[in-house]
């Protein structure tokens, strides 16, 4: 390739990422518009709450430590949510019959079916986004969604 071509190629990669950014924005504020109307029909959980739910629903069942690291949150920050959360009966504590010093957050019944609301909720308002789409569009997109994904990994 010679300069032209490279100088070509880089803007019109710089334009593709330009464009993919403000998707991407439009598309966070579609998570936030479902991620509020999914809050509002749950009462009083905040995303914070919702996203420790989340974590320890995607595990079954994981250390405070472990959620801290997962949620980006301080390890204090994660105490005071999970105290929240079992204050409401969504988690429970559970210790370690190994070493009683590790302690595991586990979902309750009530936070199982609120995790179980929240996935069935995130699939509607997916079927309703690749409703959009035609058949043939649909697999074009998760092939390159998943070749995206996959080189982040």
């Known amino acids: 390739m010679n300069t032209k071509d490279d100088k070509e190629t880089k803007n019109s990669?710089?334009?593709?990422?330009?464009?993919?950014?403000?998707?991407?924005?439009?598309?966070?504020?579609?998570?936030?518009?479902?991620?509020?109307?999914?809050?509002?029909?749950?009462?009083?959980?905040?995303?914070?709450e919702l996203n420790i739910l989340n974590i320890i629903g995607d595990t079954d069942k994981c250390t405070m430590?472990?959620?801290?690291?997962?949620?980006?949150?301080?390890l204090s920050s994660v105490t005071v949510i999970v105290d929240k959360l079992v204050k409401g009966d969504l988690v429970e504590r559970v210790r370690s019959e190994?070493?009683?010093?590790?302690?595991?957050?586990?979902?309750?019944?009530?936070?199982?079916k609120i995790y179980l609301v929240q996935i069935k909720h995130m699939h509607d308002v997916l079927i309703k986004m690749l409703g959009s789409l035609l058949p043939e569009e649909r697999?074009?997109?998760?092939?390159?969604?998943k070749k995206i994904t996959q080189s982040y990994l």
Do not use: C, P
């Open 65 to 74: 430590s472990d959620i801290a690291k997962r949620a980006s949150l301080s």
């Open 13 to 48: 990669l710089e334009d593709h990422v330009q464009e993919l950014a403000q998707h991407l924005l439009l598309l966070r504020k579609m998570q936030d518009q479902a991620g509020a109307e999914l809050l509002s029909s749950l009462g009083n959980l905040s995303m914070q």
């Open 98 to 112: 190994q070493d009683r010093r590790i302690v595991w957050g586990r979902l309750t019944e009530a936070g199982y």
């Open 139 to 145: 697999i074009s997109f998760l092939t390159v969604f």
